[in-house]
């Protein structure tokens, strides 16, 4: 069973940063494709980075390209979102998600529904 906790969120002032954490741990063997999501309440979940942990390739929605950095640690088994030039619309809930296979792109609008493994979230709180 795969597990997920993520870390990292806080207050910012608009134009700081933060980086996000997620500890997973229960992977087995092969890929998988992890990836960055966040919700504002009443609204939809919405992609922001996906990463595939077999060739690290990385995929970012158009709303955080060039702000956004999706990493990980393969030592650790920790996946990063680091994020820069935080506006106040990035306020929401952060989530980390998983699924297994190799395949893994940008993530659109319901992309989310295709990830069985999610963490609890983190709080990111971005003040203008």
């Known amino acids: 069973q795969v597990q997920l906790v993520e870390s990292g969120g806080g207050s910012v002032q608009a134009g700081g940063s933060l980086r996000l954490s997620c500890a997973a741990s229960?992977?087995?063997?092969?890929?998988?494709?992890v990836g960055w999501f966040r919700q504002v309440l009443g609204k939809e979940r919405e992609g922001l980075a996906t990463m595939a942990t077999g060739d690290g390739r990385t995929y970012y929605a158009d709303s955080v390209k060039g702000r956004f950095t999706i990493s990980q640690d393969n030592a650790k088994n920790t996946l990063y979102l680091q994020m820069t030039l935080l506006k106040p619309e990035d306020t929401a809930m952060y989530y980390c998600a998983a699924r297994r296979g190799a395949a893994c792109w940008a993530p659109g609008a319901d992309d989310w529904q295709l990830f069985p493994y999610w963490g609890q979230g983190t709080q990111v709180t971005v003040s203008s």
């Open positions: 229960g992977y087995t063997g092969g890929s998988y494709c």
